[in-house]
């Protein structure tokens, strides 16, 4: 008998244990909270499915005419938004020119023509949907002279044609840094004009295709020196468990501050499919308060914090009196209360 037949000295090659699904590491883990294994959500990324037959019908009424970035995105809130007959528009298509490492929208250097009819399918799901407060977004549209603005702004008008008493937020692409267009927009004066910073600036490179941070802190400034009218807010919002420190957070928001930024809007990254990042952080809900009180403390109005808040989440509660143009003939202005309440956390 050979020796090798009885026992094999032949090196062997230790492989680590890999994390389930890739996920970081469950805080809960090892504490009197925990509730599930390690690689699993921590219990406050579960939630309960949404209960009745709504869903269906904000289905139907979205129909195959519209997008929704709620769908595109594979938001984790649909359920929960639809079951309460809203979501938040995609204009544009629904193939975007640029591949940024965490939004799953479908990528295209040449998507489909603009659709003329938008304005109307969009005017009239707001409608049959009741919403007195919508939120309508795009894909980035570089193919475009004007990255989608002059578009962007027939469909409002035809919204607020068919929906006179509906408030609109918007939240954009950076047109590329084109400052015609940027006040293409301003000149329609959408109640809240939101553009999301995304992260801090050291993920910036990494975490977007073509948007840098200073370009984006470029174009909230120019929203918040060239708005048209006072009641305007600038909005914008980013993720957190990127891999990010507590100090460049800070920082950001600072920054936002800086820009003249009203409302920040901060949420929990969730990797939407294999090819997007990873997530590299669960953040605790107590973090996400630190978050919240350092922006009050140096001065945002508002911000939004919690696991599942993104730029859209419960914007219809947003608590605030929008004074409008004057009257023809009246030299007092208008207060619009879009009867919304204060965003909650998740």
């Known amino acids: 008998m050979e020796k090798k037949e009885l026992f094999d000295n032949s090196p062997k090659v230790i492989k680590k244990k890999k994390k389930r699904n890739g996920l ?19 219990s406050w990324l579960h939630r309960k499915l949404p209960k009745g037959n709504v869903l269906k019908k904000t289905e139907n009424v979205l129909g195959r005419h519209l997008h929704t970035v709620c769908e595109e995105a594979k938001c984790p809130n649909l ?5 309460k007959k809203t979501a938040t528009f995609l204009l544009m298509g629904n193939v975007c020119t640029r591949a940024c490492g965490f ?13 003329s009819n938008e304005g109307t399918n969009v005017a009239s799901a707001i409608k049959a949907l009741g919403l007195k407060h919508v939120v309508i977004t795009m894909v980035t549209r570089d193919d475009v002279p004007d990255g989608g603005a002059r578009h962007l702004v027939e469909v409002i008008k035809k919204v607020r044609q068919e929906n006179p008493d509906v408030s609109v937020e918007i939240l954009t692409s950076d047109f590329c840094g084109n400052e015609e267009a940027w006040n293409t927009v301003l ?5 809240i004009f939101n553009y999301n910073i995304e992260t801090v600036r050291e993920l910036t490179p990494k975490v977007r295709h073509k948007a840098t941070y200073d370009l984006t802190l470029k174009m909230l400034r120019f929203l918040k020196d060239n708005k048209r009218s006072d009641y305007m807010l600038i909005k914008s919002g980013m993720m957190v468990g990127l891999g990010e420190n507590d100090e460049q957070v800070k920082n950001t928001i600072e920054d936002l501050k800086n820009a003249g930024v009203d409302i920040i809007t901060i949420g929990q990254y969730l990797q939407a499919s294999h090819r997007k990042l990873r997530v590299k952080s669960f953040i605790t809900p107590a973090q996400f308060k630190d978050y919240e009180n350092f922006g009050h403390e140096i001065g945002i109005p508002h ?18 009196s929008f004074i409008l143009a004057p009257e023809e003939g009246s030299s007092e202005p208008l207060t619009r209360d879009c009867d919304l309440e204060t965003l909650k956390n998740a």
């Open 303 to 320: 911000m939004y914090c919690g696991p599942f808040v993104r730029s859209s989440y419960n914007a219809d509660r947003i608590k605030h």
């Open 103 to 115: 939004c799953d929208i479908d990528f295209s250097e040449n998507p489909s023509a603009l659709d």
């Open 24 to 42: 970081p590491e469950n805080p809960e883990q090892g504490t009197s909270l925990e509730v599930v294994n390690l690689g699993h959500f921590p």
């Open 79 to 83: 359920l929960e938004c639809y079951s």
């Open 187 to 191: 000149d329609i004066k959408p109640e």
